[in-house]
């Protein structure tokens, strides 16, 4: 059974940092690309960042790019998203997706970003 489950957010205030962690299970982890998309209440789902299953390459949204960072650890099975300087648009529920043809999703969790 494929599991993904993310962690990590949480209230913060214009400014702060979070990491959100994104633990595989039920996968061959270092096949898969992985990615974190966000979902901000009314609005559609976004690509926020993507990492390659190898060589580790990776692209981000315009609107993170220097920001947020995208790393995996295929030995512990887990992706995370390191977000710098966060700002009220960044409020959204985050989803961890992997992908390699067929793609699987996390449940999400909430990053509000709020004063």
């Known amino acids: 059974q494929v599991q993904l489950v993310e962690s990590g957010g949480g209230l913060v205030q214009p400014g702060d940092s979070l990491r959100l962690s994104c633990a595989a299970s039920?996968?061959?982890?270092?096949?898969?690309?992985m990615r974190w998309y966000r979902q901000a209440p009314g609005k559609e789902r976004e690509l926020v960042a993507a990492i390659a299953s190898v060589a580790g390459i990776t692209t981000y949204a315009d609107s993170v790019k220097g920001r947020f960072t995208i790393s995996r650890d295929n030995a512990k099975n887990t992706m995370y998203l390191q977000m710098n300087t966060l700002k009220p648009e960044d409020t959204a529920v985050y989803y961890c997706?992997?992908?390699?043809?067929?793609?699987?999703w996390g449940r999400g969790t909430l990053v509000t970003v709020s004063s």
């Open positions: 997706n992997a992908l390699r043809g067929i793609e699987y």
């Open positions: 039920g996968i061959y982890f270092s096949t898969y690309a």
